[in-house]
């Protein structure tokens, strides 16, 4: 398996004509590790996660991963984005035709690990079926099966859960769990809702005001194994209402 990756932000800042989104911001990531990034809208979220992938370009500042190699990471967006003329492994196999280390895999491997992913998402019956076919959760396993086939150490994931319905959301926020505990990628995770961060992450980051100001960075002290009676406990709850206050202040 394949190393994790790590990240190291230094003075990092990012300017557009009328506002600065990222000032000045410090962090460092460590490799293996989930963690979460929320704050109020126009905080500067998505943008951190756009220059981390390359997206976009510092205004200034230096944004290192511990590896630069093309399919090193992966980027799932809040919209499916599915390509509506292709089967559901013809989507899935998309990173074999854009990403050039992945052109030389064989037709064989490609589809093992086509399959594999699409197992891990409990889509592997689903194969042959277009877009217009899925239900939303299920095109949102898609886009994360897609995410999955080049196999990344690094995840990016922009509120990918936040036009699910409650219970496709537990569920999707249950098998990312499950994923990220078996392939030990880094999870990068920006939501709008603190309590998907806290019973997702390992550690929260609230960024709050212009600039993208880190306004907490909280280690969340949960049992690894996350299940369903942890989302009803007080002690996640306890966090959810803290995590409530500091955005608040």
Known sequence: MKEALGIRIQNLSKSFPKRDVIQGLNLNIE??????IVGPSGC???TLLRLIAGLESPTQGELHLSSQAPASF?????EPNLLAWRTVYENVALPFELIESLRQVSEDEKRT???DCLRKVKLAESSSLFPHELSGGMKMRVSLARALVSSPRLLLMDEPFAALDENTRFEMQNQLH?????????ILFVTHSLFESTYLSERILMLKGEGAKLALDYKVELPLERTEDLRTSEV???????????LRE
């Open 178 to 186: 499950q994923l990220w505990q078996s392939e030990r990628m880094t």
């Open 113 to 115: 690990r086509i399959m």
């Open 74 to 78: 992966s980027f799932v967006f809040q």
């Open 236 to 246: 996640l709850n306890r966090i959810v209402r803290l995590l409530s206050e500091r």
């Open 44 to 46: 500067g979220k998505s």
């Open 31 to 36: 490799p293996g590790s989930f963690v979460s």
